[in-house]
């Protein structure tokens, strides 16, 4: 006997199955090579329960979705304050990969674009951590998010480290404006392999849910961030975490979304909800074709919209 909510999903899924268009990402070349066909969809609701369709074991680096949670771990370590000092909480409007920083400050708009996170990323484990052991910390505090052991796909990170001048100029400009004092190489590093660690749907879903959950960790009941941090990264997800497509997506789709270049895309519903897509073609923003209509359904089906 099924259940109500894995039917619905079977439903979405087929409907959604046939989405044309998109391009999955091949400026990291690795990204290149998954089948574009993969698609899943997965829904982890704040008592625990997980519910998900699809290929929902297909494993995949969580590229610019761990911009949300490397963020909560800058809070949780730094406070809002210190955070602060380094980057701001402003929509940028822009490519995830523009530089935009405040004219006055040099600090990157939000935590959600590449300037932002390369930035945060530096905070981790101490401002002055070595490398491996900043991403060691990350990787376990992503663990604990998802409730399982997590690992760090290095096939994906180094392909992305062979094509990544991009990166290092937005490195390279923070250094100029004292937002980092890490070396351009260590801080693109430290950001390249945070992105490279992998999950499938259902782990994004869980941590989605953390998120929702006001930081406690809905399978595991593991309090991971506090209350105050979960709702400071939603709300920065909110303006800035589909980028140049923000206003757009939270007037149409309505959910805190953050999306990534590998095709996943994760979006918290507060005290209810973490959802998660996993679908490799991207439109031109570089957010999930399929990804946004499902969630789009989800939206109007379940009257998820936060207004
Ligand atoms: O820095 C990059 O370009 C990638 N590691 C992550 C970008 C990304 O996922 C943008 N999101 N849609």
Redesign the pocket.
Known sequence: MRTPIPDYLDELMRDCAGTRGGNV?D??PELSKVDPSLLSVAVCATNGHVYSVGDDTAKF?I???SKPFVYAAALEEHGLKRVLEVVDVEPSGEA??ELSLDDETGRPLNPMI?AG?IAVNQLINGEESPVPERVDYILDFFSRFAGRELTINHTVADS?LEH?D??LSLAHMLRSYDVIQDDAQDAVRG??EQ??IEVDVRDLAVMAATLANGGVQPVTGERIISASVARQVQAVMASAGM?DAAGRWMTTVGIPA?????GGMLGTLPGQLGLATFSPP?DG???SVAGARIFRRLSQDMGLHLM
Not at 258 to 262: A, F, Q
């Open positions: 990402a400026y990291i680096t590229q610019s979705m995830f990969n590449n996170a992305e990544v991009r990166n950001y390249v992105c490279s980028y953050k999306s990534g270049v590998s991207l923003k570089g957010n």
